[in-house]
């Protein structure tokens, strides 16, 4: 199993420039997550899925869109990138079965840079 | 409004002493709590975790206790080693929500 894969390694945008921040597991799991990770500010939640066709949102959507519509993909997409948007993003899935709590799995990261 | 909180940026210790990494909560509907650690350049990895209904598990090395009166749970690491130096994220869910709250991380260093 190659668990939970992410690409690109790195990017760098322009400011206004969009792309799509790519995130597959191969563990079937139910439930996955984008993180965003700042310098002195911890984990933070962007959005998340507990299947495929749900999303809701995290802690700081603003900016982002993401869809579910496999089980195994996650796409985080940055509409308008923004300076304020540069960071190391983490997907994370984990089983998600009702009343059973399980750890995440987190992807490598994607490192991006907004000029 | 930071529910998972981890007041120290930083702990160094010596190789074979012990790591003790704190973390407070203040969100009492959270009943699951988890250690992560993680390594620059890679994704964090779970390391231990505690149910509510505990207040100690232990794995290997790995010990995390949990009271929740002063809602606060630590995680000792016994004896720490080298390979240990890393950033340890505390985070919590609870009501039976997959969502994960982090703390900020604590650096901690192993010195040989």
């Known amino acids: 199993n190659a668990g939970v894969t992410q690409t690109p390694k790195f990017q760098v945008l322009k400011t206004g420039q969009s792309m799509t921040l790519q995130c597959a597991q191969d563990m079937n799991h139910e439930y996955m997550s984008w993180y965003r990770q700042d310098p002195g500010m911890g984990l933070r939640l962007i959005h998340y899925?507990?299947?495929?066709?749900?999303?809701d949102q995290g802690e700081v959507p603003n900016g982002y869109n993401v869809s579910r519509s496999t089980t195994e993909d996650f796409p985080l997409r940055l509409l308008s990138a923004a300076p304020s948007q540069t960071s190391v993003y983490f997907c994370?899935?984990?089983?998600?079965?009702?009343?059973?709590?399980?750890?995440?799995?987190f992807g490598p990261g994607t490192r991006l840079t907004v000029l | 409004d930071q529910q998972v909180k981890q007041n120290s940026p930083s702990l160094s210790v010596q190789e074979g002493r012990i790591s003790i990494l704190n973390c407070d909560y203040t969100?009492?509907?959270?009943?699951?709590f988890l250690w992560y650690k993680k390594y620059p350049a890679e994704g964090p990895t779970f390391l231990i975790s505690?149910?509510?209904?505990?207040d100690k598990n232990e794995d290997g090395r790995f010990t995390v206790f949990l009271n929740k009166s002063a809602k606060h749970l630590s995680l000792h690491i016994v004896p720490s080693q080298p390979g240990d130096s890393a950033v340890y994220f505390c985070?919590?869910?609870?009501?039976?929500?997959?969502?994960?709250?982090f703390g900020k991380g604590t650096l901690l260093t192993v010195n040989p």
């Open positions: 899925s507990v299947g495929a066709g749900i999303t």
């Open positions: 505690i149910s509510s209904i505990k």
């Open positions: 969100n009492s509907m959270f009943d699951y």
């Open positions: 994370a899935s984990s089983r998600g079965l009702a009343g059973s709590y399980n750890e995440q799995f």
């Open positions: 985070a919590a869910s609870g009501d039976s929500n997959y969502k994960l709250t």
